[in-house]
């Protein structure tokens, strides 16, 4: 017990803040993307450190192993992980769909050609 | 080094080097995954975070832009909202059980059952497979529906590509 | 397409891809006993697929893997899934219940798992692929090369 209790979730709010600022702050819309992307591999770090237990091994049985990690997030967080990069598929062809109508992928851009035309 | 790679990611203006950044990132979390001995989700994220998701960002760079605009000033209100929403998580740690710990409330509920009865009731060793598929079957049909979703909702954004007549030349009219 | 001329490349590429075929195979049926399962493998499988299509050119590729056969997969995979819960009720279970699907429970919920296994696997590896064909089957915009935009 420790100062590194909670380092991993301390961690984890790093880069989860980080990927917040940069989907809030920057204009560019592959950006944003790419900052949702870091916001969600923190959230699944996150679970997954909370699913580790000390002296455990991977949730494999087999002989002679009693202390087994919780499968539980795993398996939340395994299928987040395919579901999470076909909702980024997504956002990606919408963002290639937008540079299609508007010529660029800023926002602010974006937001001009809406307003001056 | 996670932290250091993403941050780099984030901050650099050329769009090429951030979906190769972004790759590094999601191969070092599926390396932390096995650390903490999550080997499936590890297999997963290193195939689909460092391998499709960097293709998928790669295609879309061609399709668009590959700089960003330069934007050097810092954001004040986001700066100020990140870091207040940080404190308050943070405060929100200090309450969690420390890490590894057996006793934390996560442990206490179902996946006990799940380790001790999944070899009777369920037949596999792999317990997240007997858990992904049997014990919450219905999760994974609807995670697989999500999928389904997205695809077609590509298929429908960006799928007919109306060809430019030049090129019409070329076999091939279906997505 | 653009790759013709790298004898290297292509060579090396055929080399892998039966290997990385075979090694998705593995990963979708060996599921049960280490790390692996129909999320792993579809996406695996789809890797080969893009590789080839990077290397070959993506003509080539949609010649090997149609656009209908796609969709056909995509679809089958989801009704594969549902189709073994409806089964299941048919027999006298609930929905998605396997351990009816045979004589003896374990069997049963082998062969379910192993059966929505397939489904997940079909559906992944479909709309992987689906998707990345729909990316890399865009033209270019007319007139709009990336280097000349307004800054």
């Known amino acids: 017990m420790g100062i590194l209790d909670h380092f991993n979730y301390w961690m984890v709010i790093v880069l989860m803040m980080a990927g917040l600022y940069t989907v809030i702050s920057r204009g560019n819309l592959i950006k944003q993307v790419v900052g949702l992307n870091v916001f969600q591999v923190s959230v699944f770090v996150l679970y997954i450190s909370m699913g580790k237990v000390s002296g455990g091994t991977a949730p494999i049985l087999g002989e002679g192993i009693t202390v087994y990690s919780n499968p539980l997030p795993h398996v939340l967080i395994l299928t987040a992980i395919v579901v999470g990069v076909a909702t980024t598929a997504l956002a990606l062809a919408l963002v290639v769909r937008i540079r299609k109508a508007y010529g660029s992928i800023e926002e602010d851009d974006i937001l001009k050609q809406e307003n001056g035309s | 080094m996670m932290a250091m790679g993403a941050m780099a990611a984030l901050a650099l203006r050329n769009l090429f080097a951030v979906a190769m950044l972004s790759g590094t990132y999601s191969l070092l979390a599926a390396a932390l995954y096995v650390v903490l001995d999550a080997v499936d989700v590890a297999f997963t994220e290193a195939a689909v975070g460092a391998g499709i998701s960097t293709v998928l960002l790669l295609g879309t760079l061609v399709l668009t832009d590959h700089h960003e605009k330069p934007n050097g000033r810092i954001h004040l209100p986001a700066l100020l909202i990140v870091l207040a929403v940080g404190g308050l998580l943070f405060y929100g740690t200090l309450d969690m059980p420390a890490f590894g710990d057996p006793q934390a409330p996560i442990h206490q509920h179902v996946a006990d059952h799940y380790i001790e009865e999944s070899r009777e009731e369920v037949g596999p060793p792999n317990i997240v497979t007997s858990v992904l598929a049997s014990y919450r079957g219905y999760d994974t049909l609807g995670e697989t529906t999500v999928i389904f979703t997205a695809a077609i909702g590509v298929l429908a954004l960006i799928g007919r590509v109306r060809r430019i007549r030049t090129r019409d030349a070329r076999s091939g009219d279906d997505p | ?151």
């Open chain 3, 1 to 151: 397409m653009m790759m013709r001329q790298k004898p290297i490349l292509r060579v090396s590429a055929k080399l892998l891809i039966p290997f990385i075929l075979l090694f998705a195979l593995y990963v979708q049926f060996h599921g049960d006993y280490g790390p692996g399962g129909g999320f792993q493998a579809g996406v695996i499988f789809a890797a080969a697929f893009i590789l080839y299509a990077l290397v070959f050119g993506i003509d080539s590729a949609r010649d090997v893997l149609p656009g209908g056969a796609r969709r056909i997969c995509l679809a089958l995979g989801v009704l594969l899934y549902a189709g073994v819960g409806v089964d299941g009720m048919l027999l006298g279970g609930n929905f998605l219940n396997y351990s009816i699907l045979a004589q003896d429970p374990h069997e049963g919920q082998h062969l379910g798992i192993l059966l929505i296994e397939l489904g997940v696997g079909l559906t992944v590896f479909a709309a992987m692929t689906t998707i990345f064909f729909a990316f890399a089957s865009q033209d270019m915009p007319a007139g709009t090369d990336p280097d000349q935009e307004t800054p």
